[in-house]
């Protein structure tokens, strides 16, 4: 009987654990797509939660100040594919600076024909490194 | 100047190579010649390296920028202070600073024993401390010189990336790698110890100082680093679940494991073998947090540079991986003899156990999160992206379990607790914290994992304070001291006991303050123009004007807002964005802490108009996690502070004689 409890209660715990692994990983995991990518397969995906990368058209930005929405194109980072997203909240730092990439997060509305950001994450290339080697 | 420095560099690691050599074949002849040359050796490596360093820091003091790293992370107009940071702005830097605090910690570490009698260990101790350095020598002298030679020498550096020009960047790097470093040393007395099949308590009490010294610099590097994030706008907030973050926070719950793990091989003889995995584990994951930010392998907002030093690293962590696990294995038989077996599932004990299983758990789920989507990628080549959603889907209940069993380790008794003793040790606790819940429901504490998470943190707080009352109690009665000095000898006669339920104090309070950021935060933008005054929660902010102010290297352009709580004016803020001479502009938030809340704006944007944007957050109770750090630490102290010489004295010569005794059995 001794060490018995404690085994059981141990495979328990380890039982109760990947339950908790299994269910975490089909809330919180999500496809990281290029725009080509998504834009195959958008309507497949539907309404799901989707990470989309791809290159700000800086031109294309638009950010209403009474709404705060924010809207603008991502273009794929190789190709000419273009993805139309709407974000509400206000522009993140560095978004209107050249050949800026950035994430979206969020799922495609399929009446509107366009992307509803949820999180707009920025990724610039130089964030801690010198620009231009040798200034 | 600049030659000399790089040098240095390579004398260090030919010194470095050569004590190698000397401990291997002191060892393998048994000549205490070879091994003493090596000590003396490892004093040189560390001498050598500091003269580096301070070379590094004088050429970012004079903008020496003929040095390609400080041209890179440097400028003329940089205040002194973000000048010295510099040292570990890059990479290059701060693998410099590793290196050179590991020499540090290995001088100390044998300037403390080489004149012990019994330190046989010694040479082991320092033979992988020593391959450590050595491994960050090959680093710096091939692939990521610090000494570099710009190609042209510019007029200007390139400055300092305005997102580092931050007080977080003064103590979040070296506070961290303090403690990545630490764990070196527990880590090579444990190879030690495996090398020369004997797993006692030794090396667990050798480094019990060094351990906790380690954790406290880790646990003060994430909370700095969390307090920081907190500041700077697209980092994710305090604690993003960014496979960054998430680098530093493995290492420091397997570690937290271990601290409580070792207590048990301490007082039954048990886990040896676990204890030494951890500690083995711990210095991984610091590698492999080292990889993961270098390598740039897996996406990140806290993107560093990219570069291939990551791969190294990668090397390096199998090289550990593999020899340690050989040594566990190869020792496996001999470690797991007479190992006395846990008897109730109700027992200190038991209850340490489950709080390694968590631990542990909490670790792997954050590694799995981590390193999912690179596994999906290699096997079915498509990219994927693990969310916060899944860290907290996973990672909260098990912070909570590990709260309950905070709570409830104090009540329960060593080996078996008895169901009396549980009733009796669990009413006042376990009542008061019934009672509290209507109380938290009134404050406004909604929904089930905040209920839960407040309540056992009060269940902590009222069955420690029940465990303090007790023991001060019955020193009143047995001793017949006064209340507030029996408490005073309570407190310091047992100070490992309970500087760690004063840490335990601290944590309740992180997790009281992070649990009201995470759970119950408010965010609303508005627009406004001047004299716009918008009613927010109880507070009243009115927009007053746009400011432009020029400082040294950037402008700064802010909205000054002045800020009303129930009509009485409590202060200005100021939140701006700041535009650098050769740097991208930042947004500067502006935030007004207090006990019950923080008030926290960010400037948006604004129009030629004067209209602005202005985003306002108000974030519950996330000071008492910054107060419940600085209860942590103290109780880290507390716990570590050297206990009166006579006790310790002869303390060491049993140790002593338990050493000499084994070394005699060992011949």
């Known amino acids: ?135 | 100047m600049i030659e000399i420095a790089g040098f240095l560099l390579l004398l260090a690691l030919i010194l470095s190579t050569a004590i190698s050599l000397s401990l291997v074949y002191g060892l393998y002849k048994r000549d205490g010649r070879f091994i003493d040359i090596s000590y003396r050796g490892s004093k040189g490596v560390f001498v050598l390296l500091s003269t580096t360093v301070l070379f590094m820091i004088y050429f970012f003091l004079t903008d020496d920028f003929r040095v390609e790293y400080v041209a890179s992370y440097s400028e003329r107009v940089l205040p002194v202070f973000y000048k010295i940071t510099g040292l570990w702005a890059g990479q290059k830097g701060s693998l410099l600073l590793w290196a050179w605090l590991l020499s540090l910690f290995t001088f100390i570490t044998i300037a403390r024993d080489e004149h012990r009698p019994n330190r046989y260990y010694l040479p082991y101790v320092l033979f992988t401390l020593n391959i450590t350095t050595l491994f960050f020598l090959v680093l710096l002298n091939f692939v990521t010189p610090p000494f570099e030679m710009s190609t042209r020498v510019p007029a200007d550096g390139n400055g300092l990336n305005p997102l580092l020009q931050n007080p977080g960047m003064v103590f979040h790097p070296p506070t961290l790698y303090l403690g990545y470093v630490g764990f070196t040393i527990p880590f090579a007395f444990a190879i030690a110890a495996l090398f020369m099949k004997d797993l006692g308590e030794w090396w667990i009490k050798k480094t019990r100082a060094w351990t906790l010294f380690s954790w406290a610099f880790l646990t003060l590097g994430i909370v700095f680093g969390g307090w920081w994030a907190y500041r700077e706008l697209g980092w994710g907030g305090v604690w993003g679940w960014d496979p960054v973050e998430n680098a530093s926070l493995m290492p420091w719950l397997t570690s937290t494991a271990f601290l409580h793990s070792v207590i048990i091989q301490e007082r039954r003889g048990m886990l040896k073998v676990w204890n030494i995995v951890l500690i083995l584990l711990t210095f991984a994951l610091s590698i492999f947090g080292t990889f993961i930010t270098r390598s740039g392998i897996i996406t990140s907002v806290h993107a560093f540079g990219q570069s291939s030093v990551g791969y190294v690293f990668l090397g390096f962590l199998a090289v550990v991986v593999v020899s340690g696990g050989y040594l566990i294995w190869s020792r496996y038989e001999k470690l797991k003899e007479k190992n006395p077996r846990i008897e109730s599932v109700l027992s200190k004990e038991s209850s340490f156990l489950y709080n390694n299983i968590i631990l542990f758990g909490l670790a792997f789920a954050t590694f799995w999160g981590t390193i999912f989507p690179l596994i999906v990628e290699a096997v079915k080549g498509i990219k994927i992206s693990v969310g916060p959603p899944f860290f907290n889907r996973v990672n909260s209940p098990l912070f909570l379990l590990l709260i309950i069993l905070m709570a409830l380790c104090p009540l329960l008794a060593w080996r078996r607790t008895s169901w009396q003793g549980i009733k009796k040790n669990f009413l006042m606790p376990a009542s008061l914290m019934i009672l509290s819940l209507p109380i938290l429901l009134f404050s406004g504490v909604r929904g089930f994992m905040p209920l839960f998470f407040y309540a056992f943190c009060l269940f902590v707080v009222f069955s420690l304070i029940r465990e303090f009352y007790i023991g001060t109690r019955a020193r009143v009665i047995h001793r017949g001291e006064k209340w507030v000095s029996a408490f005073a000898n309570l407190l310091s006669n047992n100070r490992r006991r309970y500087g760690g339920f004063i840490v335990h104090i601290g944590i309740v309070f992180i997790v009281i303050g992070l649990a009201g950021y995470g759970y119950f935060q408010f965010k609303e933008s508005y627009t406004m123009k001047p004299g716009d005054t918008v009613n927010v929660k109880g507070y009243q902010l009115k927009y007053i004007t746009l400011q432009s102010v020029q400082k040294g290297h950037y402008t700064g352009i802010g909205s000054l807002i002045n800020v009303y709580k129930s009509g009485d004016f409590i202060g200005s803020l100021r939140p701006e964005k700041r535009f650098y001479k050769r740097q991208e502009p930042t947004t500067e938030v502006a935030i007004k802490s207090g006990i019950l809340e923080d008030l926290y704006l960010v400037l948006n944007g604004w129009e030629s108009n004067g209209v602005i944007t202005l985003t306002v957050v108000i974030n519950p109770l996330l000071s008492w996690a910054w107060f419940g750090t600085g209860v942590a630490i103290l109780g880290v102290l507390w716990a570590v502070y050297p206990v009166k010489r006579r006790v310790s004295e002869t303390a060491l010569l049993e140790k002593e004689l338990i050493l000499s005794l084994q070394e005699a059995r060992e011949i």
């Open chain 1, 1 to 135: 009987m001794k060490g018995k409890k404690v085994i059981i209660l141990v495979v328990v715990m380890l039982a109760a654990f990947s339950y908790l692994l299994l269910i975490g990983m089909k809330e919180g995991s999500m496809y990281y797509l290029e725009v080509s990518e998504y834009l195959a397969r958008a309507r497949e995906l539907g309404n799901r939660k989707v990470r989309v990368n791809g290159r700000v058209v800086k031109e294309s930005l638009d950010f209403n100040t009474k709404t705060l929405t924010l809207r603008f194109i991502l273009k794929d980072t190789k190709g000419n594919e273009s993805l139309p997203v709407v974000y509400h909240g206000s522009p993140p730092d560095l978004l209107n600076q050249d050949g800026v990439t950035a994430v979206a997060e969020g799922h495609y509305d399929l009446k509107n024909n366009v992307f509803i950001a949820r999180q707009l994450l920025v990724k610039c290339p130089s964030k801690y490194e010198r620009k231009d080697k040798g200034v």
